[in-house]
């Protein structure tokens, strides 16, 4: 079974300082999502990654993607409180059938 | 264009009852898929719809869980005898491509089931 992990699985942080999200995969994989969930909430798209070397940026988050490493990390730069979320990675199978999920990352952004 | 709806948004059952749950994709999506998420952990892959089939339904408990997508209508995740390991929430998602595609799966608001 295809494995995905994800770290830290929860992560505090000071406004205005970097960090980054590593996801790991057990398998080959050529695409590689990210969503963000609020609490109590349902996920919503960040990026999508579809192949090695891919990078994508919205605002202060950076996305990138190493498929023969099988990793990828979701760079935050300069953190805001409205930041504050979990942070899932999740992969897809060759066939496209399912997304497999990382663990998350419970991020806090505090003052 | 409305999202991916579920309903309920809120579910509670008592043990042995049956719960309901239904999943409207987003409009021009034809496949579906429905994952469980327990508290403080990702998502975990259930089922995997198109219409009037089954695709995938490798991450659903063989006993008492089903699921369909009917020619008309929402698909329906349906729990019989529910314990109260079942509660969870149960989120579905939609894309418009076939399996093997790039596209991205639209989540919907969930349903949030409580097992007394």
């Known amino acids: 079974e295809l494995k995905v992990e994800q770290n830290p699985l929860f992560l505090s942080m000071q406004e205005g300082k970097n960090y980054t999200i590593y996801c790991n995969y057990s398998t080959t994989s050529d695409r590689l999502y990210w969503y963000r969930q609020d609490p109590g909430k349902s996920l919503e798209s960040l990026f999508v990654l579809l192949s090695n070397g891919a990078v994508k940026q919205e605002g202060r988050l950076m996305a990138s993607l190493d498929t023969k490493a099988r990793l990828s990390t979701l760079h935050i730069t300069a953190a805001v409180h409205d930041l504050s979320a979990t942070y899932f990675c999740?992969?897809?199978?060759?066939?496209?059938?399912?997304?497999?999920f990382g663990t998350g990352t419970s991020l806090t952004v505090i003052p | 264009n409305a999202g991916v709806m579920q309903n309920p948004r809120h579910l509670v059952r008592r043990r042995g009852q049956e719960a309901r749950l239904r999943c409207s994709p987003m409009k021009g999506h034809s496949h579906v898929y429905w994952y469980r998420q327990l508290p403080e952990e990702g998502l975990k892959f259930m089922v995997y719809l198109q219409k009037e089939n089954i695709i995938d339904e490798s991450g659903m408990p063989k006993e008492r869980f089903s699921a369909e997508f009917p020619k008309e209508g929402p698909s329906i995740l349906r729990i019989q005898q529910v314990v109260r390991g079942d509660s969870a929430a149960y989120f579905c998602?939609?894309?418009?491509?076939?399996?093997?595609?790039?596209?991205?799966?639209?989540f919907g608001p969930g349903t949030r089931l409580t097992v007394l």
């Open positions: 998602a939609s894309s418009p491509l076939l399996a093997g595609g790039t596209d991205t799966q639209y």
């Open positions: 999740a992969v897809d199978t060759k066939t496209g059938n399912q997304f497999y």
